[in-house]
Structure formats: C-alpha cells, structure tokens
C-alpha cells in the first residue's frame, strides 16, 4: 500500500509518504509560503521512496478545520494531483491527525482531547479514543467554540490515561487551566502528514475511497466560508 499525504492547514507544511509502513517525510513551519513549499515536499517524498503518482493507493490530505486559505489549499493540490494520478483520495481530519501523534508516541494514553487554535478567540476541538487497531477514533463531533464552552464526553471522567493536545492550550492558557486537574498531560503540537496517512490506511483498507472531486474541506467556521465565497 502506498499513501501519499500533505497538509497545510497550520503553520506546520508538511507531507509524507508511506509505503507498506515505511515512512518517508518532510515538514516546515511556515508563517505563510504553503503554496510555494508543498508541491517541492511532495516532489521530493516521491523521489526519496522512488514513487510516481500512478501507482499510488490513495492520495490523503488534511481536510480540517485549520486555516481557511490552508484548508483550501490541501484539497485543491490533492484534487489535481489525484485527478493527474488517476487515483482516489481520502479525507482526514487535523484534529484526528493531533490525536493520532499522541497515541503514536504514548503508550499509555488512550483518550485524548484536541484543541486547535481557530484565532479569534476560539478553538477547534474534538475528542478522540484508541481504537482496537491502536488509531484515532472520534468520540462526538468535532466543534468550534470560544474556549470556556470545551467539554470532555459524557462518561469520560479523569485518569492517567487522558492527555490534552494541540496549539489551543498555550494559545489560551484559560484553557489548560480550566481542564488541568482532569487531564493528565498537555503538549503544544501541530498536526503532519505522517499521521494523516497513518490514519488513511484502514480507510484504504475498508475501500472507503473517494474521487478527486470529493476532497473537499472542512471549515467548521460556516460563516468564513461563507464569506470568502461571497466576496468572488
């Protein structure tokens, strides 16, 4: 299996591709410059594993939420590439993309609450649990919202088990302070296309592969989106 990804729906550029579980990966952060960056990491991710885009599995992008011109960006490119590649696509989220790079890295967690800067004064943010197959799992919807209106799942209670992630906590230290004593760990962490296609491969797996014209973003913001595309 061959999955190709990238995201740029934060500061953190990234792509990555994976070969049969051999990962091969570049990421940058980036204050802005994601257009000029990302095709180069794509170009150079498929030299290094000696890949074309034909004989990709899929092509995995971060569907969001995130900014709206990065969110737009990832669909766009995998859009083309998948269209060029004659390949299909799969959608993940950058929520489950954070959760994911904590599960990978910690054993011992097994819920982890995600919280994305969404600026203006607000947070993306969803929960997520371990699956059997040890992948990001949602657990409800994935939301946006001032920071004091972020709410663990019913039924989930504290434990050493349930970690905090993402740029939400230090852009909004309310908020690591408000959920401190039910978390048992906070990282600062963007979401990367390693863990996007990580989490493509039981997608693959199941068949649920989309066309190229299905990678569509995810806002969450409903009324930016509306904006932007009245302003044309």
């Known amino acids: 299996m061959k999955i190709l990804a990238l995201d740029t729906a934060t500061e953190n550029c990234s792509a990555a591709l994976l070969v049969d579980g051999r990962l091969t990966a570049r990421e940058q952060l980036l204050a802005r410059g994601h257009a000029a960056n990302i095709l180069g990491m794509i170009d150079e991710v498929l030299a290094e594993a000696g890949a074309s885009l034909a004989g990709l599995t899929a092509i995995a992008f971060g569907r969001g939420p995130g900014a709206f011109t990065g969110v737009r960006l990832a669909a766009s490119i995998t859009q083309g590439l998948a269209h060029g590649g004659g390949v299909p696509v799969v959608p993940v989220s950058d929520l489950a993309a954070v959760a994911q790079r904590v599960l990978a890295d910690d054993a011992t ?8 800067d969404a ?17 990001a799992a949602p657990v409800g919807d994935e939301r946006v919202s001032d920071p004091g209106h972020v709410s663990l ?4 209670s504290p434990g050493p088990d349930l ?11 309310q908020l690591r ?9 906070v990282r600062d962490m963007y979401p990367r296309a390693a ?4 989490l493509a491969v039981p997608e693959a797996i199941a068949g ?19 904006r932007a595309s009245g302003s044309h």
């Open 153 to 156: 799942p019913a039924g989930w």
């Open 177 to 185: 302070g408000a959920l401190s004593a039910l978390l048992a760990g």
């Open 195 to 198: 863990e996007i296609a990580a």
């Open 208 to 226: 649920r592969l989309h066309s190229p014209e299905q990678a569509l973003p995810i806002y969450l913001r409903d009324e930016v989106a509306h």
């Open 119 to 135: 600026r203006m004064r607000e947070v993306y943010w969803g929960c997520f649990a371990r699956s059997a197959e040890d992948f």
């Open 163 to 173: 970690r905090g992630a993402g740029t939400g906590f230090a852009a909004y230290p």
């Open 109 to 116: 967690a097994q819920r982890v609450l995600v919280c994305n």
